[in-house]
């Protein structure tokens, strides 16, 4: 399918529920549509369930009810979340959970040598993706011993580097400076791909995205029952007057 052709939505989720064991309802009755060339920004209190909505996605966690179609097609079981993480790319909030080579060539060859390509090839497509981001003088370095902002963008190559046609990106500015922040949020405007991406931080979201969404109640609010302010907030009563505290 033509991801490009934005009649058919990328992905389609209709009343997904989802607790962790013990826990309580974290999606609750979820829709989400994401269409053609959407960027949408996902902006929430912590614990809403933005983190937990990705993996769903990705089929990281199974919700107990709920249909969900990716690329126009159901997908439920373990081999068909295997074809959406080959064509999604998912940013994990903690970089920890996404590095695991020796140097950050090794980490970021993994992804395409994965898909099979030739170990000439997947350096060939590391050094371009570490080149776009600005991270080519990093290829021989111990990840781990990495700071975090520069996990940040090293994961991000890993995820680049699998080629994907969607991106997640959960909290992505998170630890960066503000000149590597610049960086990334150029990175995302030259990538004319469709995503969904978790911050708190207007100024890249303004950059980056082109509507906003909230979550609320294990829930998806969409642009017309949020919006932003001049004051630079997304909260749920977006469409009903109401005051601030500091006008109150
Ligand atoms: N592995 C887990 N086990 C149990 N509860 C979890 C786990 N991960 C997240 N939670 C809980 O689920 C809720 C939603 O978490 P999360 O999706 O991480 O929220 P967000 O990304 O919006 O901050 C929170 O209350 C969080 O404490
Ligand atoms: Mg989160």
Known sequence: MDILNNKQPIMELKGINFAYPGGRQVLNDL???LSGNDRIGLVAANGSGKTT???????????SSGSIKIFGKPVC????????????????????????????LEDVAFGPLNLGKSSFEALEISRKTLA??????????ITFKL??????????????AMEPEVLLLDEPTTGLDNSTRE?????????????????????????ATDKIYSMENGRI????????HYHYHAHSRGAIPHKHKEQQ
Do not use: C, W
């Not at 609010?221 to 932003?228: I, W």
């Open 31 to 33: 829709d989400f549509t």
């Open 53 to 63: 909505l990705f993996h769903v996605i990705m089929g990281l966690l199974k919700p």
């Open 77 to 104: 079981k373990e081999k068909d979340f295997r074809d959406v993480r080959r064509r999604i790319g998912l940013l994990f909030q903690d970089a920890d959970d996404q590095l695991f080579s020796p140097t950050v």
């Open 132 to 141: 776009f981001l600005g991270m080519s003088e990093f290829e021989d370095r």
């Open 147 to 160: 700071s975090g902002g520069e996990k940040r963008m090293i994961s991000l190559a890993t995820v680049l």
């Open 183 to 207: 960086t990334l949020a150029r990175v995302l405007d030259t990538l004319d791909m469709p995503l969904i991406l978790i911050s708190h931080n207007p100024d890249f979201l303004a950059v």
């Open 221 to 228: 609010l969409t642009d017309e029952q949020v919006h932003f």
